[in-house]
């Protein structure tokens, strides 16, 4: 393990976003609320499958029944094409080839299905990501720390969620569809929490100015408390194994990118709660979409949207 090269990587990042890792915090906090959550066993089939056709078709009807401007929107990104008449927004069959379902930095939509309800929710989240830049360019980078970049997850996950309600009502999946859905979100937060965890800690160990190598990574753990989120998670993630290699693989930190997904899901968890979550959700993908987007996150838009008890308990 090339301890040496994590640190360097770790030092940098610290160098590069001193404001973000005095953030980072707070993040700790929503990771510790995810982990409380628990991932309800979902290993049944689908009830049944959709065309690719069928998806997209539903997800105009789901957003029509929101708001015919969204609508518009979206029917016009997904039949838009580039200069060489190539579609923006492109369709793999996962039988055929396995890609990655994203809006690339170019701005063109890939989703890979595979014929079962999750392909509702990916075109869904796929295209929302595309909706909200869609009246700037794109401008965020890979890890800058936009207001756009940090809540985007937020809108496509939170936009799933009202997804779930209308599929649900609307006979068009059953309810232990949407529950199989809900358990594969929540567990892929919970994946970005416990990444986030552990990248935290190399963090800390610099900003103390101890150096990142096995002794001082299992002396992290030993410190906490047995019972501890933090105690169970670096010993069942193996701090010193699988976060340390993909930072080597990746020649990179992932905090930034982890946190969009933890407070996607905490966000949005809070935004259903409320009594008004259309005009939450219509309000967010303003925001996210407008000019003002550009500006920094600012971390106190996390503790001004709960209308729940959570907000007490994390104050
Ligand atoms: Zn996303």
């Not at 990042?13 to 915090?25: A, G, L, N, R």
């Not at 628990?38 to 957003?63: H, P, Q």
């Amino acid at each position: 393990m090339d301890y040496k090269r994590i640190q360097e990587i770790t030092d940098e990042f610290i160098q590069k976003y001193p404001s973000f890792v005095k953030e980072m915090p707070d993040t700790i906090i929503c990771c510790r609320e995810l982990f409380g959550k628990e991932v309800k066993d979902t290993n049944y089939d689908w009830s049944r499958s959709f065309t690719v056709n069928e998806s997209v078709d539903i997800v105009y009807n789901f957003l029509k029944s929101i708001s015919q401007d969204l609508a518009d929107q979206y029917y016009a990104i997904i039949t838009s094409v580039n200069e060489n008449n190539e579609p923006y927004v492109n369709f793999v069959d996962s039988k055929i080839k396995k890609v990655r379902t994203e809006v690339n930095a170019d701005g063109y939509v890939t989703v890979c299905y595979n014929n079962s309800p999750q392909d509702i929710f990916d075109v869904l989240h796929e295209m929302l990501h595309k909706m909200n830049e869609c009246t700037i360019e794109i401008e965020d980078k890979k890890g800058e720390t936009t207001l756009r970049s940090t809540l985007t997850e937020t809108v496509s996950i939170f936009g799933e969620m009202l997804l779930g309600d209308y599929l649900v009502k609307n006979n068009i999946i059953t309810e232990a569809d949407y529950a199989k859905f809900e358990a594969w979100r929540l567990s892929t937060s919970k994946n970005s929490a416990a990444d986030f965890v552990v990248e935290n800690e190399l963090i800390k160990l610099r900003v103390q100015g101890v150096d990142i190598n096995k002794e001082n990574a299992l002396e992290v753990i030993n410190n906490y408390d047995i019972n501890s989120m933090e105690r169970k998670l670096l010993d069942n993630h193996k701090l010193d194994l699988e976060v340390l290699y993909w930072i080597l693989e990746t020649n990179q930190l992932h905090v930034i990118k982890q946190q969009r997904y933890i407070i996607g899901q905490v966000l949005s968890e809070r935004m259903y709660k409320t009594s008004n979550k259309i005009e939450r959700f219509l309000e967010l993908h303003d925001v996210i979409g407008g000019i003002d987007a550009q500006q920094r996150f600012n971390k106190d838009i996390i503790f001004n949207t709960s209308e729940s008890n959570e907000e007490e308990k994390i104050r």
